[in-house]
């Protein structure tokens, strides 16, 4: 797979190499697709994950209000790929219902992450509260260089 540094919104932010998005073929098109429908996916196919890198672990975190987390998937792809994936359904429409107003999200959403060589895949754990859901993935300790004292010879 090519990645692309430029368009495609290949990548969530340019200076972060392990951050991978998927593609939506439908960005941009707003204006042409209904406005109830195009919104509402947009906004939930751009599920927002903030990563952070402590001493010990790599830690994700999403914000999926209304999710359960039997409607959530945390992968591992290819060994060091990380996947958060979901999807909310939409609400049913009654025949008699008459919707003023639909601003609730709803749709897929997918999410990639390369993770780094020194991530423990192996011993990665997940948790969601409170709509939030928490991804550790520990770090492997880094090895301390070893120093080796050298006799010196001579007089």
Do not use: C, Y
């Not at 672990?57 to 409607?71: N, Q, R, W």
């Not at 990380?82 to 909310?88: A, Y």
């Amino acid at each position: 797979m090519a990645l692309s540094l430029f368009g495609n919104g290949r990548r969530s932010n340019v200076f972060d190499p392990f951050s991978l998005d998927i593609w939506d073929p439908f960005q941009g098109f707003g204006p042409l697709m209904n406005s109830s429908t195009a919104g509402d996916t947009s906004a939930f196919a751009q599920t927002r994950i903030d990563w952070k890198e402590t001493p010990e672990a790599h830690v994700f975190k999403a914000d999926l209000p209304g999710l359960k987390k039997e409607e959530v998937k945390v992968e591992l792809e290819e060994g060091n790929v990380l996947q958060i994936s979901g999807e909310r359904s939409k609400e049913q429409e009654e025949k008699n219902d008459k919707w003023h107003k639909v601003e609730r999200s709803s749709g897929k959403f997918v999410r990639r992450f390369r993770l780094p060589d020194n991530a423990k895949v192996d011993q990665v754990k997940a948790a969601m509260e409170n709509g939030v859901l928490t991804v550790t993935v520990p770090k492997a300790p880094e090895p301390k260089p070893q120093v080796k004292s050298i006799d010196i010879s001579g007089a």
